[in-house]
């Protein structure tokens, strides 16, 4: 294998063959963190990067492989986190001048268990300011590119996450998604993301979102990503919202979807507005799915779709406003489309805010009658592709000093929902960039969207496309 290989090399394979010994964690990771350094200064999917510690680690590693004891399922192997996550004496700037310099005292559960699992943490990846838009712009950090188009957005708010995996930086990234942060960049970046059901990965601090952040793994096969799902999942004290179940082995289940599951398919959601060339990659996705299932795929306007846009314009302003104690010293600094929406949530009373909740959950219910009729829902993970990078929405599109949720109007129904949903990449347009699926299922079928989105993965494999990043 090449170093290029390596990097590129899924977590599943590096995990085997560090088992039988004809791979090295130590060559594995001098060639991950010989790629980041070559190529990361025109990307900026890091904040930090750990060389000096992941590769003592990997020598450590590389010594209980030898001595036949390894650490556990992902030992040896390169993991990144996003800078919204806590990582003990690592600082966690949550892409904000505010949080300059942070060093938290403590790992956030998830970091704990990947740790424990053998996983080497090689750096902190870029988010724009806490995680407001989905997009990689960041007043701390700066513009972070697709990799496949430099000056392009990777999408956010995991936007290093998106960027790393498509970019060869490791194999496993982890990200958090409270309105697609995980699908819209695994769409911007041709990788695989998954937003799990809301509390399959316990989140600390318990996010102040009324139960709508959650966090997920990004890769380049759902395999991998499910390999880190199981790691990640599962019920933890500290979140009261985790869910009570233990993990399912989602790495041996993975190749037995559902029989003849019913797929249902939206190019609209009856409101979206979807670039045409992603409209059609995302319905030849879909219509190749269902002929590899062998069932049908039926065309259906969700009763629910047209709620969205104005609970969503609600709550983003409205949770938003936690911020506000900040203005008065960091105005200046912060980004202004952030201080924008801030503002606007600040206008807010309790009663409005009580009165829309209840509107809230009557559209979650609706979404999971919905999915009564339905296994799985199929859509495009967003409207448009990658765009540049500085911009909050793609031009010609309609401006507002916050609201970019124009073109992503297929990803918060389910975090509002609590069901869980990937992307998956479905194609590129003529102009080189990749667009995604997305496949969203019943609640608590986590396990379901990821055997469908490996059928859809075999019908159409995707991990070998590389973006070229230049020598």
């Not at 059609?280 to 219509?287: H, I, M, S, Y």
């Not at 911020?323 to 801030?342: E, N, S, T, Y």
């Amino acid at each position: 294998m090449t170093d290029e290989d390596l990097c590129f090399a899924p977590a599943t394979e590096l995990a085997r063959r560090y088992r039988d010994r004809t791979l090295s964690p130590r060559t594995v990771m001098a060639a991950v963190l010989a790629r980041i350094a070559a190529h990361d200064r025109a990307v900026n999917a890091f904040v930090t990067v750990l060389a000096d510690q992941a590769m003592a680690e990997a020598e450590a590693a590389e010594r209980r492989f030898a001595a036949a004891s390894p650490r556990g399922p992902l030992d040896g192997i390169p993991v990144t986190v996003k800078d919204l996550t806590l990582t003990r004496g690592i600082p966690t700037q949550y892409g904000s001048p505010t949080r300059r310099g942070f060093i938290p005292d403590l790992d956030a559960p998830i970091v704990t268990r990947l740790r424990d699992a053998g996983a080497i943490i090689i750096g902190k990846t870029t988010t724009p300011e806490f995680g407001w838009i989905g997009t990689g712009r960041s007043p701390l950090t700066g513009l972070t590119h697709t990799p496949w188009r430099i000056g392009l957005t990777a999408g956010g708010s995991s936007a290093g996450a998106g960027a790393a995996a498509a970019a060869g930086f490791g194999a496993l990234h982890q990200g958090s998604d409270a309105a697609g942060s995980v699908r819209l960049p695994a769409h911007f970046c041709g990788v695989f993301g998954l937003k799990p059901s809301f509390g399959r990965i316990p989140i600390h601090p318990v996010s102040n979102t009324d139960y709508t952040s959650h966090l997920g793994p990004l890769a380049r096969s759902v395999a991998d990503a499910a390999l880190m799902l199981k790691v990640m999942a599962g019920p933890h004290p500290w979140d009261h919202t985790s869910l009570e179940a233990p993990p399912a082995d989602y790495p041996a289940l993975l190749d037995h979807p559902p029989a003849r599951p019913r797929l249902a398919y939206s190019a609209d959601f009856g409101h979206a507005r979807v670039d045409p060339e992603v409209a059609a990659l995302a319905r030849a996705g879909a219509e190749r799915l269902a002929a590899a299932l062998g069932v049908p795929l039926h065309d259906v306007t969700p009763p629910w779709g047209k709620a969205g846009p104005e609970l969503i314009r609600f709550f983003w302003p409205a949770h938003w406003a936690v911020h506000a104690p900040k203005l008065a010293q960091w105005r200046a600094a912060m980004d202004p489309g952030f201080v924008a929406c801030i503002e606007d949530g600040m206008r807010i009373s309790v009663a409005d805010y009580q009165l829309m909740r209840e509107r809230k959950y009557a559209y979650i219910r609706d979404i999971n009658i919905f999915f009564e009729d339905w296994d799985f829902l199929l859509s495009p993970a967003a409207s448009v592709a990658a765009f540049p990078s500085e911009r909050l929405v793609p031009e010609g599109w309609p401006e507002h000093p916050w609201d970019w949720l124009g073109w992503a109007e297929f990803s918060y129904p389910f975090d509002l929902s609590g069901n869980p949903a990937a992307s998956v990449p479905t194609g590129f347009t003529a102009d080189g960039l990749p667009v995604g699926l997305q496949i969203a299922g019943r609640r608590f079928d986590d396990l379901g969207v990821l055997q469908i989105s490996r059928a859809f993965e075999r019908t159409a494999p995707w991990a070998d496309r590389r973006p070229s990043l230049g020598a």
